[in-house]
T-cell receptor, first 112, second 115 residues
Framework: GDSVTQMEGPVTLSEEAFLTINCTYT??????LFWYVQYPGEGLQLLLK?????DKGSNKGFEATYRKETTSFHLEKGSVQVSDSAVYFCALRNSGNTPLVFGKGTRLSVIA | DAGVIQSPRHEVTEMGQEVTLRCKPISGHNSLFWYRQTMMRGLELLIY????????DSGMPEDRFSAKMPNASFSTLKIQPSEPRDSAVYFC?????????????FGDGTRLSIL
C-alpha cells in the first residue's frame, strides 16, 4: 500500500539555520503531496502542497519540490525562526475518496 | 470562514464513563475523518465517512468505540466504557472529494483524559 517515510526527529537548530526535513513516499499512480505543521496544543495545518511532478509548493518561507524520479518531497527553509518550532508531517493522497497517508512526523526545535 | 469545529476542547472523566466527542465539518465538505494522536502511537486514523456513510472503520481500536454521522454537518465519536488507555488527543478532519489534490482540514482536537 501507499506509505510515507520521514526523517526521524527531533531536529534541533539554531535560529537562522537552514532546514531540511526529508520525506520519501511509495505510491501507485500519481499522488498529490502535502506538508502539514502542528504547533503545540493545536491541530494539523496545511503548510504547502504539490500536485504533480516538478511542482514546487511554498508558504511562509518553506518550500518543497515534487520529485517523481526520487519519489521525494523534502521540506526546506533557508532561515528558521524560533516560531517555526513544531511537528512537521509529510503526507500523500492518491484519490479524492480516500484519506491522506501521513508520515510519523518530525519534531523541530529552534533555539535562539 | 469557520473551520472544523470540535467540542469539547478538553474532557476529563473517570474510567467506565461514556465519552462523546463532537465534530462539525466545514460546510460543503463531504468527507470526514476521525484521528487519535498519542506520544506512543503517533497519529492514527480511526474511521472515515464519505457522504455521511462510514467507509473504513478498521482503525477503531475496539467495540467500545463507535462513530456516527447523522447528517452532513455533524459527527460524533463515542467511547463506552472509557478506559485510561483511551487518553489521547482526538482530531476530526474534513475535505471535499474533489480529487487527490484536496487537503484535509483539521479541527483543534479534543484532549481526553481518562482517570
Amino acid at each position: 500500500g501507499d506509505s510515507v517515510t520521514q526523517m526521524e526527529g527531533p531536529v534541533t537548530l539554531s535560529e537562522e539555520a537552514f532546514l531540511t526535513i526529508n520525506c520519501t513516499y511509495t505510491a501507485t499512480g500519481y499522488p498529490s503531496l502535502f506538508w502539514y505543521v502542528q504547533y503545540p496544543g493545536e491541530g494539523l495545518q496545511l503548510l504547502l502542497k504539490a500536485t504533480k511532478a516538478d511542482d514546487k509548493g511554498s508558504n511562509k518561507g518553506f518550500e518543497a519540490t515534487y520529485r517523481k524520479e526520487t519519489t521525494s518531497f523534502h521540506l526546506e527553509k533557508g532561515s528558521v525562526q524560533v516560531s517555526d518550532s513544531a511537528v512537521y508531517f509529510c503526507a500523500l493522497r492518491n484519490s479524492g475518496n480516500t484519506p491522506l497517508v501521513f508520515g510519523k512526523g518530525t519534531r523541530l526545535s529552534v533555539i535562539a | 470562514d469557520a473551520g472544523v469545529i470540535q467540542s469539547p476542547r478538553h474532557e476529563v472523566t473517570e474510567m467506565g464513563q461514556e465519552v462523546t466527542l463532537r465534530c462539525k465539518p466545514i460546510s460543503g465538505h463531504n468527507s470526514l475523518f476521525w484521528y487519535r494522536q498519542t506520544m506512543m502511537r503517533g497519529l492514527e486514523l480511526l474511521i472515515y465517512f464519505n457522504n455521511n456513510v462510514p467507509i473504513d472503520d478498521s482503525g477503531m481500536p475496539e467495540d467500545r468505540f463507535s462513530a456516527k454521522m447523522p447528517n452532513a454537518s455533524f459527527s460524533t465519536l463515542k467511547i463506552q466504557p472509557s478506559e485510561p488507555r483511551d487518553s489521547a488527543v482526538y482530531f476530526c478532519a474534513s475535505s471535499t472529494t474533489g480529487g487527490e489534490s484536496q487537503p484535509q482540514h483539521f479541527g483543534d482536537g479534543t484532549r481526553l483524559s481518562i482517570l
